[in-house]
């Protein structure tokens, strides 16, 4: 296999880093090399936060660089927009349409730019955009919208689905693991 | 057995492996999960210490007494610990001692961006630097026994790409490790001029042996391929030079400190051109111009800033990477805030109202100083907010001491503002002193403290009583307040800028984010009620949106702390889904 570079994007809190332990997983489970850079500490405190998953035959730096990404998963539409020139002219955003306003905005500073997704599918053909918070809602806890991404991740990659619900199996709470089956499925039937 | 590990897990298993049975450390990102890691294992005794000086201190007698023992720190927190590591460089050590500390390159959670490399050499001991989490494993593991073999602390140098990286790792069995006897040795461990003077003269010596190892041990190795370019390179800048340079010829350094001179002569003899690529300070760079071999290296790379392989592509080959920007409109910064429920919130409301110079200090409130609240004046480092209102007070006089205040949070005024408070109050200082008792260490991610009342293995423990404890100092106006309670917590301040004595006030509210906080849930705004007098918005909470036409709450990020029920005039909040 090629090297495969991973992004999660998003907002301090917003539950990133179980899908970069599942991917980790999942490359293990590959028998891949694979590194998975997280942000720790300040910058976690409702900030843009970004993690970077590679794997394939020998990874060096832990680091994804701009015009790197096969992937990139955005739990908000903002933060897509801040990430979007990582991505490979032909990689896949997937991107959860959610609006959080960051302070600059709530204080009228600046403005949340209009129409992201229209923007971004000017330059970027393969887009999906669905909004996983009304889907995690649906499937029981609106926690779960990591879990529902990842179902759409697991789609748009070629791996085995079931090396993908092993790890999910292992990642999650033995007691969230129905909720997460279910929002992962309604992820992968997007 | 093959694990995914952060670097710092792996550290944590490698001490586990070596047969550590002490560990003791202060959190400080991105050094944290180490001992939390380790506190994981019942065979090694860990504990969260007061402050890095005092977690060395409990590291190195641990040693003295036979035990292989670990301690860990961020960057900034060595600064704390040099006391006790330069003179534990002369004494040595009987059980095996290992100082793990990492760095914060492009400062991710820090306040600056110091090379803990300078360290090693001010202090003479050796530094090992890891490059993924099995070096980790492996370097702390080595790092044990050239301890003892040597007779010397040794410090092994991570940093945030390091220790925030997930890589795989082997995982082997734990080794029986013995501990050692103790002998009383005065002349090794009592360390005053006539017997530090011998032992100066032992570490000098123990250096030349330890410089024959850096020459010769698998530590540091070439890796040859094209020899029309040579790269010297350690830690994180090492996958990040294989990744700009691919199939040239590399000396990657394990050992940093002393550097092998006869190694890098032979590599460079073989190389046409020479570069160096290190984080950040240019320390090897130097060395190898000592040596007389012409080297790149800062005149193209910088020393501010993380690297990153672009980044070298860029400075070295002048290959910049172009993207076609989506749009040419500004994006908006997302910048951390203090997370909607924070005690810290109300706190800043006061402060900001009342206008007052506020000398400030290390930890979640340190956000203080931005927008909305931008109510923090300065931050230098851990527990300095006490010295300096001091000081400004010296400075510009009463008047202006009654409109400043410190603010520390628990956990760094254990560390080391007790220091500078009964500095006030010996020298017939007036600060104001509010101490934010949210029960935990907020930043790092919840860590005990000795004013929590547990341990790092969350056994019950005795608790320190700040308010007894700031009595017990010499402080006889200590209040207790609820940042909450706006309008309580504004006269409680007013009262204390106003006497003509030292005072504390405790600020006490716990973490919004400790499972044991519950909150009413999220709250709306009621379009009748709402009279658009932004009064709520003053409050600064990330859930409360200016829509321009309306004034909205974010229902997926509001707790429903009620902060905001408390400054609005028109009771225009109520429950949502109501």
């Known amino acids: ?190 | 057995m093959k694990k995914l590990m952060l670097g710092n897990e792996a550290v944590a298993r490698g001490a586990y492996e070596a047969g550590v049975t002490v560990a003791a450390a202060y959190p400080g990102t991105p050094s944290t999960e180490i001992t939390e890691n380790i506190a994981k294992y019942d065979e090694i005794y860990s504990e969260w210490s007061p402050n890095e000086k005092v977690a060395l201190e409990v590291a190195v007698g641990a040693s003295i007494a036979g035990a292989r023992a670990i301690c860990s720190m961020k960057h900034v927190g060595l600064n704390v610990a040099a006391d006790p590591l330069f003179t534990a460089s002369y004494t040595g050590v009987n059980g095996g001692l290992v100082i793990m500390v990492a760095d914060d390159p492009g400062m991710h959670s820090s306040q600056n961006e110091q090379d803990s490399r300078c360290y090693a050499k001010g202090a003479k001991v050796p530094m090992l630097e890891p490059s993924d989490s099995q070096e980790c494993k492996d370097f702390v593991k080595k790092a044990f026994e050239i301890s003892e073999k040597y007779d010397t602390p040794v410090i092994v140098r991570l940093s945030t790409r390091i220790s925030h990286s997930q890589s795989i790792v082997e995982i082997s069995d734990r080794c029986d490790y013995k501990l050692k006897d103790y002998v009383k040795d005065p002349a090794k461990y009592v360390m005053m001029p006539a017997m530090a003077r011998k032992r100066h003269v032992e570490v000098e010596k123990r250096m030349a042996g330890l410089r024959e190892l850096s020459n010769t041990d698998e530590f540091n190795k070439i890796e040859w391929g094209n020899k029309e370019i040579g790269v010297i390179t350690s830690g994180i800048a090492y996958q990040y030079a294989r990744e700009a340079f691919g199939d040239v010829s590399y000396l990657k350094l394990g050992m940093v400190h002393p550097l092998p001179d006869k190694l890098i002569k032979e590599f460079a003899s073989q190389v046409k051109t020479l570069y160096i690529i290190e984080e950040l300070e240019p320390y090897i760079e130097d060395f190898v111009k000592t040596l007389g071999i012409k080297a790149i290296g800062k005149e193209k790379l910088p020393v501010i800033g993380e690297y990153s392989a672009n980044l070298i592509r860029e400075k070295i080959f002048d290959k910049k990477i172009e993207s076609k920007p989506v749009t040419d409109e500004e994006i908006p910064i997302r910048p951390p805030v203090m997370c909607p429920g924070c005690p810290h919130r109300g706190m800043y409301y006061v402060l900001r109202k009342l206008k007052l110079t506020v000398s400030g200090d290390i930890g979640c409130y340190t956000l203080g100083a931005l927008p909305p609240t931008q109510s923090m004046d300065t931050c230098v480092c851990m527990g300095a907010s006490i010295g300096a209102a001091l000081g400004m007070e010296k400075a510009r006089g009463a008047e202006f001491g009654k409109k400043t205040v410190a603010v520390i949070g628990d956990s760094t005024f254990i560390h080391s503002g007790i220091t500078g408070l009964i500095d006030v109050v010996y020298n017939k200082g007036n600060s104001t002193v509010i101490i934010l008792d949210n029960s935990i260490t907020g930043m790092t991610g919840h860590q005990h403290n000795p004013t929590t009342g547990f341990t790092i293995k969350g056994e019950p423990t005795k608790q320190v009583d700040l308010e007894k404890l700031c009595n017990a100092v010499g402080i006889n106006r200590v209040r207790i307040a609820d940042p909450f309670n706006i309008k309580e917590f504004e006269k409680v301040v007013k009262e204390e800028i106003e006497a003509d004595e030292p005072s504390v006030i405790i600020s006490q509210r716990p973490c919004a984010l400790l499972k044991t906080v519950k909150f009413e849930g999220p709250l709306k705004i009621s379009i009748e009620k709402c009279k658009k007098c932004k009064m709520c918005l003053s409050v600064g909470c990330p859930a409360i949106v200016d829509k321009g036409d309306h004034i909205e709450v974010n229902e997926a990020l509001c707790v429903g702390c009620m902060l905001c029920t408390k400054v609005c005039n028109f009771n225009a909040f109520e429950k949502a889904g109501e």
């Open chain 1, 1 to 190: 296999m090629e090297n495969l570079n991973i992004m999660i994007v998003g907002v301090g809190g917003q539950g990133t880093l179980l899908a970069s332990r599942v991917l980790g997983n999942v490359a293990m489970k590959m028998d891949h090399d694979v590194k998975v850079s997280e942000v720790h500490g300040m910058a976690q405190r409702g900030g843009s936060v970004v993690t970077y998953v590679k794997m394939g035959k020998k990874v060096y730096s832990p680091i994804i660089e701009k015009g790197e990404a096969d992937i990139i998963i955005a739990f908000e539409r903002l933060e897509a927009l801040r990430w979007i020139d990582y991505l490979k002219q032909d990689g896949t955003l997937i991107v959860n349409d959610q609006r959080i306003d960051p302070m600059p905005v709530i204080t009228g500073k600046a403005k949340y730019p209009e129409n992201i997704l229209e923007k971004i599918k000017n330059n970027y053909k393969s887009v999906v955009a669905i909004d996983a918070l009304k889907i995690a809602k649906e499937c029981g806890n609106i926690k779960a919208v990591n879990t529902v991404l990842l179902g759409i991740l697991a789609k748009s990659t070629n791996i085995d689905k079931e090396i993908w619900l092993e790890s999910l199996k292992e990642n999650v709470p033995a007691k969230a693991i129905d909720v997460n089956l279910k929002a992962f499925e309604a992820g992968y039937m997007c």
